[in-house]
């Protein structure tokens, strides 16, 4: 015990003197949660809506104007109006605007008939977030446009009544608990079985393979060192982490205490995974080369920043056996549902058998040789 | 018994014999020098002895246990000191001492007690709580001596120690390991292609070239072993034919050897063959570009017993540049 100890001692006094590392693994997993929130959560504004009104009636004028009211609120598009077809599709093929409404000559007069009144959407759609947001938007619109000043008092359409369960999350506290994982993911990378790898590298190693300790306690001992500071970096995260993604009542105890369950049991879960990839690697640039792999490898099959439902069959066996998986789905209970520790247990479970189980075959598989 | 045995110890990396069938014992109490250029196999013997190689064949006791069978008492009744400085920059004098206390499950009290004795024999005291990157590389040195006595090891191995040091601190590290030894009633087996230093420190010498042991005795035997007093080196203008020949007729001499030009010759009365080497040259009308004269040392055993100088020779390769990914050693 007392080995595992030392070894415990001298990583950990070796990262307090490192405020550099410290700030690298406590911080940057919080730009990220920031840059990647922001980048992807927000809504589409300002796409350039080239108008064609070809029609001038006045049924035409009031769609223009719901048009403006739009560029003038909403701000998802920003009207541009042409006097011909030809100029505003050129524009369009160029990308100078997004789209082209059209509003054809014989507009009014079908609409005030009754006889299918259409209008034509020309659209850019090589950017399907884009493209997705104009044909929302404009689709509402007309929906705005067709509703009887009057609605008639029996309706046979059958509609829709959607009950929400929590409240409204927005993407970036949506991305918060794969953001923890992350956090703990890369001080995992900068922990333990890279440790070793750079004792190898710097011949320090021989220092302490001469001592009688074991290969478990040197094991064990690079485990806990780097499962400290996943640990530490997890609870930036998650309490950090929370209040800037705007977790409601952040520091709620219960949920903190549960919190620190998943951060610790998944910190020993990714550092043991570490450890085993890289006990026989001696050369110090083969984790720094595999790293970035690994990463993309194991978060974006999680679930973390897109729903495992809308993955091709290969990518959900990957999903199925990465500990981000289980990590991820845990601190989104706590995270956008604030649950209990009964939906954790199986989360918890795999990351801990799964740590049990890296860990027993690197120590199988360790040589304390050199 | 011997506190080291070794027998036929082998060591192999593929088609290289690092290591060839060497056999020696070192007795309680001895300073035990293993000598020999780079590449000789001195690393990998300490390396096998130290539980950190495995051997391909042979055996070895150290302190009575089997290296490969008992690794952990062998382990725990040595200290030792790798070639390559293995203490930690970040962290300061005393806290690598303890760490490595506590790796050799010493408990508190005897640490704080033995690593303030160890900080205050190799003198780094005052420097106890600076960390060890601001240390020279004799201080660093004189450290890792320290520390690989935390555990008042009986057998002591150091590997080449004085490497890389300048003068004046190789001449403070064999001051200090000399006076540990009397202290501390340790064993220790150096390895160091420094003859002076093998000179200076060792009680005998094994000479070890190619992994094979081709000499061992104490210092003054093996110098008292090769033939001639005095060697002389000695470059001419020219080479007159059968040269050679004439070198050796002269008086006194017992041995020439010539590499590059350069002969080296062995001889009972230094003075007396330079005086007739000098007549020689002159009949033969040619010039002696060089000529010094000197009293047998180590480097003469050691070109006598290997027929070459101390020159630099491959080595087993490092673990990480024998595989793509993973060493297979």
């Given at each position: ?22 700030i ?40 223009k ?39 054809p ?38 929906a ?38 992350l ?6 990378m ?181 | ?16 014999v ?60 040595i200290?030792v ?69 935390v ?8 590997d080449?120690p ?40 060792c ?49 006194d ?35 002696v ?41």
């Amino acid at each position: 015990m007392n080995r595992i100890l030392a070894i415990i001692e001298r990583d950990l006094r070796r990262f307090r003197r490192s405020p550099t590392l410290i700030i690298v693994s406590m911080l940057l997993p919080l730009v990220q949660l920031v840059v990647l929130g922001y980048a992807f959560g927000g809504k589409v504004k300002h796409l350039r809506l080239g108008v064609v009104d070809q029609d001038h009636g006045v049924p035409a004028l009031r769609l223009k104007e719901m048009f403006q009211a739009v560029a003038a609120n909403a701000r998802t598009f920003d009207t541009i109006t042409y006097v011909d077809r030809g100029t505003a599709l050129r524009d369009l093929r160029e990308g100078r605007i997004g789209g082209v409404v059209e509003i054809p000559p014989e507009f009014s007069r079908k609409f005030l008939a009754g006889q299918n009144p259409q209008l034509a959407l020309a659209e850019d759609n090589t950017d399907q977030f884009n493209s997705t947001a104009l044909e929302g938007t404009l689709n509402q619109l007309i929906a705005a446009y067709n509703q009887k000043p009057v609605p008639p008092r029996i309706s046979a359409n059958a509609t829709l009544a959607v009950v929400e369960l929590y409240p409204y999350v927005p993407y970036i506290q949506y991305l918060l608990p794969g953001s923890i994982v992350l956090a703990i993911f890369v001080s995992a990378m900068i922990g333990g079985g890279i440790i070793y790898i750079d004792d190898k590298a710097r011949g320090l190693h021989e220092g302490y393979l001469v001592t009688p300790i074991r290969k478990y306690e040197l094991i064990l001992g690079f485990n806990l060192s780097g499962a400290v500071k996943a640990i530490l970096s997890g609870l930036v995260l998650v309490t950090l982490g929370s209040v800037i993604a705007g977790v409601p009542d952040p520091f709620n105890l219960a949920r903190l205490v549960r919190m620190f369950l998943m951060v610790v049991t998944t910190a020993l879960a990714l550092i043991s995974m570490m450890f085993l990839l890289m006990v026989r690697v001696s050369d110090p640039l083969v984790p720094r080369a595999i790293f970035g792999v690994l990463n993309t490898v194991l978060f974006f099959p999680s679930g973390a920043v897109y729903p495992i439902q809308a993955f091709p069959p290969w990518m959900r066996i990957i999903s199925i056996v990465d500990p981000f998986t289980y990590a991820v789905h845990g601190f989104k209970q706590l995270v956008l549902k604030n649950t209990g520790l009964g939906p954790l247990v199986p989360d918890l479970l795999f990351l801990g058998i799964f740590a049990v189980i890296a860990m027993s075959v690197a120590t199988l598989l360790f040589r304390r040789t050199l | 018994m011997a506190d080291i045995e070794v027998s036929q110890l082998t060591k192999r990396f593929g088609d290289f014999v690092a290591v060839n069938e060497l056999s020696f014992s070192v007795q309680h109490g001895e300073v035990f020098g293993l000598l020999g250029p780079n590449g000789a196999g001195k690393s990998t013997l300490i390396r096998m002895l130290t539980t950190l190689v495995p051997p391909t064949s042979g055996t070895a006791r150290v302190n009575g246990f089997d290296i490969v069978r008992a690794p952990n008492s062998v382990r725990q009744s040595i200290g030792v000191i790798p070639q390559a400085m293995t203490s930690d920059l970040d962290l300061s004098a005393e806290e690598n001492m303890s760490i490595f206390a506590k790796l050799y499950g010493l408990p508190h009290e005897r640490r704080k007690r033995v690593i303030q004795e160890l900080l205050k024999a190799v003198d780094l005291e005052q420097w106890a709580d600076k960390p060890v990157k601001m240390f020279s590389g004799g201080m660093r040195r004189r450290l890792e001596i320290a520390r690989g006595l935390v555990h008042e090891p009986k057998i002591f191995f150091l590997d080449e120690p004085t490497t890389g040091l300048d003068p004046v601190s190789r001449v403070a590290v064999w001051e200090m390991l000399e006076r540990l030894r009397r202290e501390r009633d340790l064993t220790i087996l150096v390895t160091t292609h420094y003859m002076d230093e093998a000179d200076k420190l060792c009680d005998r010498i094994a000479i070890v070239d190619h992994g094979k042991l081709v000499a061992l005795d104490s210092p003054l035997k093996l110098k008292a072993s090769i033939p001639g007093e005095n060697i002389l080196e000695v470059s001419f203008s020219s080479l007159p034919q059968d040269w050679e020949a004439t070198l050796k007729a002269l008086p006194d001499v017992v041995d020439v050897k010539s590499s590059d030009h350069i002969f080296r010759i062995s001889s009972q009365n230094g003075p007396r063959t330079t005086v007739a080497l000098m007549e020689a040259a002159r009949k033969a009308g040619i010039q002696v570009s060089s000529l010094s004269v000197q009293s047998t040392t180590l480097d003469d055993v050691f070109a006598h017993y290997t027929g070459h100088q101390l020159r630099d020779a491959l080595q087993a390769p490092p673990g990480y540049a024998v595989g793509f990914m993973y060493d297979r050693q």
